[in-house]
Nanobody, 114 residues
Framework: QVQLVESGGGLVQPGGSLRLSCACS????????MTWYRQTPGKEREVVAS???????NYADSVKARFTISRDNAKNTVYLQMNSLKAEDTAVYYC????????WGQGTQVTVSS
């Protein structure tokens, strides 16, 4: 059974930081491209950042220089370090694993508010 379990979300003030984690099981993690998405009510899910099996990364323009995606293949976990958070970063953040199959986590809420 494949499971992707996100954690680390919560309420943070503008300018603060959070670190999201996505622990994966049931897949050969090192073979998968891992992507963080986010979604707010009434909007489509959007890509935040991705990392390939080889460690190549890509970021949405809105988060470049503020967010960092990384992976630990020994722990089957992908991370998203989020710094200098803004109100517009408020969303549900989802972890995605993609190779020949496509899997999603259940999401974790991030709220940036004073």
């Amino acid at each position: 059974q494949v499971q992707l379990v996100e954690s680390g979300g919560g309420l943070v003030q503008p300018g603060g930081s959070l670190r999201l984690s996505c622990a994966c099981s049931g897949i050969t993690f090192r073979n998968y491209v891992m992507t963080w998405y986010r979604q707010t009510p009434g909007k489509e899910r959007e890509v935040v950042a991705s990392i390939t099996s080889g460690g190549n990364t890509n970021y949405a323009d809105s988060v470049k220089a503020r967010f960092t995606i990384s992976r630990d293949n020994a722990k089957n976990t992908v991370y998203l370090q989020m710094n200098s958070l803004k109100a517009e970063d408020t969303a549900v953040y989802y972890c995605n694993a993609r190779a020949w199959s496509n899997y999603w986590g259940q999401g974790t809420q991030v709220t940036v508010s004073s």
